[in-house]
């Protein structure tokens, strides 16, 4: 089992950059997959990015492809969120989360992300 922290988040104008970080404790953090994943006002929560455990080839959802990048450090048991022109309808609540299996069994609390106009 893995918990998970997240950080980084802020209010930023639009076309800033913000980095997140989630960090996780435990041993077995490289064996996890690790994703991103957003909740905006008033909408359902959606997928962001993901990174195999290998540090493999990593996914993205439409929306922030080209903007957004994932990377993580096992050594650090930490993945990232490398955010680039960030827009008005970026603003969410972004979760870390990390699957061992077929879906992603720990979540992070959360850290809000507001882009004003």
């Known amino acids: 089992q893995v918990q998970l922290v997240e950080s980084g988040g802020g209010l930023v104008q639009a076309g800033a950059s913000l980095r997140l970080s989630c960090t996780g404790s435990?041993?077995?953090?490289?064996?996890?997959?690790m994703g991103w994943f957003r909740q905006g006002p008033g909408k359902e929560r959606e997928f962001v990015a993901g990174?195999?455990?290998?540090?493999?080839?990593?996914v993205y959802a439409d929306a922030v492809k080209g903007r957004f990048t994932i990377s993580r450090d096992n050594a650090k048991n930490s993945v990232y969120l490398q955010m680039h022109s960030l827009k008005v309808e970026d603003t969410a609540v972004y979760y870390c989360?990390?699957?061992?299996?077929?879906?992603?069994?720990?979540w992070g609390q959360g850290t809000q992300v507001t882009v004003s106009s």
């Open positions: 989360a990390g699957r061992a299996g077929t879906s992603y069994a720990y």
């Open positions: 435990g041993r077995t953090f490289s064996t996890y997959d």
């Open positions: 990174c195999p455990w290998s540090g493999g080839n990593s």
